[in-house]
């Protein structure tokens, strides 16, 4: 799950929307094996993409997956978003 999301970030480098279909594989992956700071992260990495007024939703779904599990270190990254 980690390649898609590291995949997604490589296409959105060299043109913009081009990563979030495997931004959004990613989170989907993650979610189905449980490996929920991984869908967490994802989810930050789509809403930096998606238009502002769709990103609070995104972010706060990070936010709580986050709490959720601890997950301090990507707590801060989301509050310098």
């Known amino acids: 799950m980690p390649l898609w999301r590291l995949l997604?970030?490589?296409l959105e480098v060299r043109k913009a929307g081009l990563g979030l279909e495997a931004l959004e594989r990613a989170r989907d992956l993650s979610r189905a094996a449980g490996m929920r700071l991984e869908e967490g992260r994802a989810l930050m990495a789509i809403a930096r993409r998606l238009p502002t007024e769709q990103q609070q939703a995104t972010l706060k779904e990070a936010r709580r997956i986050f709490e959720e599990c601890g997950g301090a270190r990507?707590?801060?990254?989301?509050?310098?978003i």
């Open 74 to 80: 990507e707590l801060a990254a989301l509050d310098a």
């Open 8 to 10: 997604g970030e490589a």
